[in-house]
Protein backbone atom coordinates (compact mmCIF):
# COMPACT_ATOMS: atom_id res chain seq x y z
CA UNK A 1 0.00 0.00 0.00
CA UNK A 2 1.01 3.19 -0.35
CA UNK A 3 0.74 6.21 1.60
CA UNK A 4 -0.51 9.49 -0.33
CA UNK A 5 -0.06 13.30 1.27
CA UNK A 6 -1.39 16.42 -0.40
CA UNK A 7 -0.48 19.28 0.11
CA UNK A 8 -0.26 23.38 -1.18
CA UNK A 9 -4.33 23.81 -1.12
CA UNK A 10 -5.53 27.06 0.77
CA UNK A 11 -7.51 30.40 0.57
CA UNK A 12 -7.30 32.06 -2.96
CA UNK A 13 -8.92 34.86 -5.21
CA UNK A 14 -11.56 34.39 -7.84
CA UNK A 15 -8.94 34.37 -11.13
CA UNK A 16 -6.51 33.51 -9.16
CA UNK A 17 -3.77 30.18 -8.78
CA UNK A 18 -2.80 27.29 -6.57
CA UNK A 19 -0.13 24.26 -7.24
CA UNK A 20 -1.37 20.82 -5.00
CA UNK A 21 1.55 18.47 -4.68
CA UNK A 22 0.95 14.87 -3.95
CA UNK A 23 3.99 12.77 -2.16
CA UNK A 24 3.90 9.06 -1.98
CA UNK A 25 5.76 7.15 0.37
CA UNK A 26 5.40 3.33 1.44
CA UNK A 27 5.91 1.98 -2.28
CA UNK A 28 6.47 3.78 -5.59
CA UNK A 29 3.80 4.60 -7.56
CA UNK A 30 5.34 2.07 -10.62
CA UNK A 31 2.81 1.56 -13.56
CA UNK A 32 -0.09 2.66 -11.60
CA UNK A 33 -2.02 6.02 -13.03
CA UNK A 34 -2.85 8.95 -10.87
CA UNK A 35 -5.76 10.89 -10.43
CA UNK A 36 -7.50 14.61 -8.59
CA UNK A 37 -10.74 14.37 -7.39
CA UNK A 38 -12.46 16.99 -5.48
CA UNK A 39 -15.38 17.34 -3.17
CA UNK A 40 -17.31 20.67 -2.21
CA UNK A 41 -19.33 20.45 0.95
CA UNK A 42 -22.62 18.40 0.51
CA UNK A 43 -21.51 16.82 -2.61
CA UNK A 44 -20.18 13.58 -4.16
CA UNK A 45 -16.55 13.18 -4.60
CA UNK A 46 -16.42 14.10 -8.28
CA UNK A 47 -13.47 13.15 -10.74
CA UNK A 48 -11.07 16.32 -11.92
CA UNK A 49 -8.10 15.08 -13.61
CA UNK A 50 -5.33 12.05 -14.28
CA UNK A 51 -2.53 11.01 -15.97
CA UNK A 52 -1.47 7.79 -17.01
CA UNK A 53 1.75 6.13 -14.88
CA UNK A 54 4.37 7.35 -18.08
CA UNK A 55 2.76 10.85 -18.04
CA UNK A 56 2.22 10.36 -21.95
CA UNK A 57 -1.55 10.58 -21.56
CA UNK A 58 -3.62 12.82 -19.54
CA UNK A 59 -7.39 13.81 -19.16
CA UNK A 60 -9.51 16.24 -17.61
CA UNK A 61 -13.58 17.11 -16.44
CA UNK A 62 -14.83 19.20 -18.54
CA UNK A 63 -15.16 22.26 -16.44
CA UNK A 64 -11.53 22.57 -15.67
CA UNK A 65 -10.12 21.95 -19.14
CA UNK A 66 -7.64 24.51 -20.24
CA UNK A 67 -7.26 25.73 -16.36
CA UNK A 68 -5.95 22.77 -14.34
CA UNK A 69 -2.50 20.83 -15.46
CA UNK A 70 -1.54 17.29 -13.93
CA UNK A 71 2.16 16.52 -14.28
CA UNK A 72 4.06 13.61 -12.16
CA UNK A 73 7.35 13.25 -11.59
CA UNK A 74 8.31 9.63 -11.20
CA UNK A 75 11.84 10.24 -9.66
CA UNK A 76 10.41 11.91 -7.23
CA UNK A 77 7.51 9.87 -6.54
CA UNK A 78 5.08 13.08 -7.00
CA UNK A 79 2.17 14.45 -8.28
CA UNK A 80 0.93 17.76 -9.27
CA UNK A 81 -2.30 19.72 -10.28
CA UNK A 82 -1.68 23.22 -11.51
CA UNK A 83 -4.83 25.03 -11.01
CA UNK A 84 -5.50 28.70 -12.91
CA UNK A 85 -8.16 30.98 -13.33
CA UNK A 86 -9.54 29.53 -9.94
CA UNK A 87 -13.47 29.82 -9.72
CA UNK A 88 -15.48 29.61 -6.41
CA UNK A 89 -16.92 26.87 -7.96
CA UNK A 90 -13.60 24.81 -8.26
CA UNK A 91 -13.54 25.10 -4.22
CA UNK A 92 -13.42 22.04 -2.08
CA UNK A 93 -11.48 19.48 -0.91
CA UNK A 94 -8.91 17.57 -3.40
CA UNK A 95 -7.71 14.38 -3.00
CA UNK A 96 -5.32 12.73 -4.83
CA UNK A 97 -5.46 9.03 -5.39
CA UNK A 98 -3.13 6.24 -6.96
CA UNK A 99 -5.10 3.97 -9.55
CA UNK A 100 -5.68 0.33 -9.08
CA UNK A 101 -2.97 -2.01 -10.41
CA UNK A 102 -4.68 -3.34 -13.72
CA UNK A 103 -7.28 -0.60 -13.70
CA UNK A 104 -8.09 0.54 -17.41
CA UNK A 105 -7.20 3.82 -18.93
CA UNK A 106 -10.63 4.06 -19.72
CA UNK A 107 -11.32 4.08 -16.19
CA UNK A 108 -9.50 6.83 -15.11
CA UNK A 109 -12.49 8.92 -14.13
CA UNK A 110 -14.22 6.56 -12.06
CA UNK A 111 -13.12 7.04 -8.28
CA UNK A 112 -13.66 2.97 -8.02
CA UNK A 113 -10.40 2.66 -10.08
CA UNK A 114 -8.10 4.40 -7.50
CA UNK A 115 -7.10 2.03 -4.27
CA UNK A 116 -5.35 4.42 -2.38
CA UNK A 117 -6.37 7.84 -1.43
CA UNK A 118 -4.56 10.41 0.19
CA UNK A 119 -6.54 12.52 3.20
CA UNK A 120 -6.90 15.94 1.48
CA UNK A 121 -6.31 19.98 1.11
CA UNK A 122 -8.95 22.29 1.54
CA UNK A 123 -8.95 24.97 -1.43
CA UNK A 124 -10.80 27.68 -0.81
CA UNK A 125 -12.44 30.31 -3.62
CA UNK A 126 -13.14 33.58 -2.32
CA UNK A 127 -15.31 35.98 -5.17
Known amino acids: QVQLAESGGGPVQAGGSLRLSCAASGRTLGTRAMGWFRQALGTEREFVAA????????VYDDSVKGRFTISRDNTKNTVSLQMSSLKPDDAGVYYC????????????????????WGQGTQVTVSS
Open 97 to 116: AAGRYGSRWSESKNPGAYGD
Open 51 to 58: ISWSGGST
